[in-house]
């Protein structure tokens, strides 16, 4: 028992926690997403309707690596010890592989025109994109090279769709980009061993397994809660949204005239002198 990797209940605890609420962010946060959909009218819709979809792919993946972490582990006394079955690292690459490429592709369909002129453009990004999608599980070096080649032409290269907008559509990529190019390198660095994890296995297991559950909270519930501020700040800056008065000319007929009080007329006293004379000419 003492040649087996055992873990402290606090560490486990630990561990699994951060693997729980990796799991209850990204499922809240596809949610939220979807939810947001009636806030958003017309083309907004759909970026959000995507990355809702993608988000919910990637929590079911995240939910197998907590279960797989509980799994992988038993109690035994005061500490934990392996059970022999293999952790699911498998289902972290595939939940960044779903949900890293939509969130993407949804900054694309708020960035990049698609109208004429444009089509080259974006045929490129939507094929830069899928081979993302498609290479991130089998080679980190091709998924880096198409990462920052779709990051620079999503931030740098690609017009803006909306000119005329308040909102900055270039920094809120940015700032997405930013949230997923970092979690990345550090996870590039972690499996080339040159991230300081401590030197006992139990330590580098631990604290990897807590580092990698929180890139994956920057990699996928920031960018997506960037998206959906960007999303409404765009739609909040459509123009046609309030009411505009009628243009049709006014005519007698839709104008009223101001209704005044009618003025009481007030009765004058009479004259006694005038009812003497009734009284008097017709009176008995």
């Given at each position: ?19 729980r609420l990796t799991v209850a962010l990204v499922a809240m946060t596809a949610l939220l997403l ?59 690459i595939l939940a960044w592989s779903l949900g890293v490429p939509a969130l993407l592709f949804c ?177 008995s």
């Amino acid at each position: 028992m003492d040649s087996l990797l055992t873990l402290p209940i606090g560490d486990f605890r630990a561990v699994e926690l951060t693997l729980r609420l990796t799991v209850a962010l990204v499922a809240m946060t596809a949610l939220l997403l979807l939810l947001s959909i009636s806030c958003t009218t017309g083309r907004l819709r759909l970026p959000l309707i995507l990355a809702s979809v993608a988000l919910l792919g990637a929590a079911w993946f995240e939910s197998g690596v907590w279960l797989g972490w509980k799994q992988g582990f038993e109690l035994a006394g005061t500490s934990y010890c392996v059970t022999g079955q293999l952790l699911s690292g498998e289902d972290r690459i595939l939940a960044w592989s779903l949900g890293v490429p939509a969130l993407l592709f949804c900054f694309g369909l708020l960035r990049i025109p698609r109208g004429e002129g444009h089509s080259s453009a974006w045929t490129r990004f939507c094929a830069a994109v899928l081979l993302l999608a498609l290479l991130a599980p089998f080679s980190s070096l091709m998924a880096l090279a198409l990462l920052g080649w779709v990051l620079w032409f999503l931030c740098i290269k690609a017009p803006s769709v909306a000119k005329g907008s308040s909102v900055s559509l270039r920094r809120v990529c940015l700032i997405a980009s930013g949230s997923i190019a970092l979690p990345f390198l550090i996870n590039l660095l972690g499996g080339l061993h040159l991230l300081p994890l401590g030197k006992s296995a139990e330590g580098v297991l631990v604290r990897g397994e807590i580092i990698r559950s929180l890139c994956d909270i920057l990699s996928l519930v920031v960018p997506a809660v960037i998206l959906l501020i960007g999303v409404l700040r765009l739609g909040a800056d459509v123009p046609g949204k309030s009411p505009e008065p009628s243009s049709a000319p006014l005519t007698t007929s839709h104008i009223t005239p101001p209704t005044t009080p009618l003025k009481e007329k007030k009765s004058k006293p009479r004259d006694p002198s005038s009812s003497d004379l009734q009284s008097g000419l017709f009176g008995s």
